[in-house]
């Protein structure tokens, strides 16, 4: 069974940085895409960003132009780099991977975006 471990999450303050990360157990190139949802507290959960086995990337609009999603093959490993971080970014971020129907989440990592 897939299993996906997220890190990296934790409180920033506005403008600031961080870098998630979500380990795969499996090789990421199994999977048809890898992707970053954010669930913001009364919100629906909603997709930040997506990477498919090609290389091509989605950015949610909310975020575009400052995020970026990456991978590492090597480290079964793919990465979400939040640059300016606002307030209304805080939430659970968590990761999933998709083959064809077939999808497996992340536990999730809560970010605080807080001055």
């Known amino acids: 069974q897939v299993q996906l471990v997220e890190s990296g999450g934790g409180s920033v303050q506005p403008g600031g940085s961080l870098r998630l990360s979500c380990s795969a157990s499996e090789n990421i190139f199994f999977f048809n895409d890898m992707g970053w949802y954010r669930q913001a507290p009364g919100k629906e959960r909603e997709l930040v960003a997506l990477i498919n086995v090609g290389g091509a990337t989605n950015y949610g609009d909310s975020v575009k132009g400052r995020i970026m999603i990456s991978r590492d093959g090597a480290k079964k490993t793919v990465y979400l780099k939040m640059n300016n971080l606002k307030p209304e970014t805080t939430g659970v971020y968590c990761c999933?991977?998709?083959?064809?129907?077939?999808?497996?989440w992340g536990q999730g990592v809560l970010v605080t975006v807080s001055s």
């Open positions: 999933r991977a998709r083959v064809v129907t077939n999808t497996t």
